[in-house]
T-cell receptor, first 115, second 114 residues
Framework: AQKITQTQPGMFVQEKEAVTLDCTYD???????LFWYKQPSSGEMIFLIY??????QNATEGRYSLNFQKARKSANLVISASQLGDSAMYFC????????????FGTGTSLTVIP | DADVTQTPRNRITKTGKRIMLECSQT?????MYWYRQDPGLGLRLIYY???????NKGEISDGYSVSRQAQAKFSLSLESAIPNQTALYFC?????????????FGPGTRLTVL
């Protein structure tokens, strides 16, 4: 079974609008971390935001927030006030304590911001 | 200077050639990883190392080997390259033990096998 599922291969959003990128995960470990990374066309992987399994509040980092719904095992990334520079691939990832803190990545979502 | 560096950044080689991709880090992390990225498949783990004496196979280790020469250096080798190993390769590091710690990625090596 896939540890991380991203069901949106491609998304479009109008500049200045908000967009939600979906991520669901599969784990029986009570201790895990969820991460989002951005990969622009230049190729590098940029860490955006982190959510811990025991965190009571949703993580936020500037225009990025993570909508963490533990019971549904979802960790959606919300980007507010989209900018042209947000056009990129976005990857969701999970780190579990039980598996020696290995990382598992989803297949990514390609976001295009339309002017 | 970048915390995680990879050399070469781009490489074109021919089928059957041996090739080595190198990774160095200045973050002082014990854990290092090699991934390959293919369109539509995300990042897949090739090998990972928790310290110099601890090397483990990942999801897709066939056709690859690694060497952890020091805490800061982790090399990936393709003994006899084949065209379906054409991909973007990433090295990454992380601190040990905590689920809170992110991975730090190198800039990637774009490998083409003709």
């Amino acid at each position: 079974a896939q540890k991380i599922t991203q069901t949106q291969p491609g998304m479009f959003v109008q500049e200045k609008e908000a967009v939600t990128l979906d991520c669901t995960y599969d784990t029986s470990d009570p201790s895990y971390g969820l991460f989002w990374y951005k990969q622009p066309s230049s190729g590098e992987m940029i860490f955006l935001i982190y959510q811990g399994s025991y965190d009571q509040q949703n993580a936020t980092e500037g225009r990025y927030s993570l909508n963490f719904q533990k019971a549904r095992k979802s960790a959606n990334l919300v980007i507010s006030a989209s900018q042209l520079g947000d056009s990129a691939m976005y990857f969701c990832a999970m780190r579990e304590r039980n598996t020696g803190n290995q990382f598992y990545f989803g297949t990514g979502t390609s976001l295009t911001v339309i002017p | 200077d970048a915390d995680v560096t990879q050399t070469p950044r781009n490489r074109i080689t021919k089928t059957g050639k041996r090739i080595m991709l190198e990774c160095s880090q200045t973050k002082g992390h014990d854990r290092m990883y090699w991934y390959r990225q293919d369109p539509g498949l995300g990042l897949r783990l090739i090998y990972y190392s928790f310290d110099v004496k601890d090397i483990n196979k990942g999801e897709i280790s066939d056709g690859y080997s690694v060497s952890r020469q020091a805490q800061a250096k982790f090399s990936l080798s393709l003994e006899s390259a084949i065209p379906n190993q054409t991909a973007l390769y990433f090295c990454a590091t992380s601190d040990a033990g905590r689920t809170t710690d992110t991975q730090y990625f190198g800039p990637g090596t774009r490998l083409t096998v003709l």
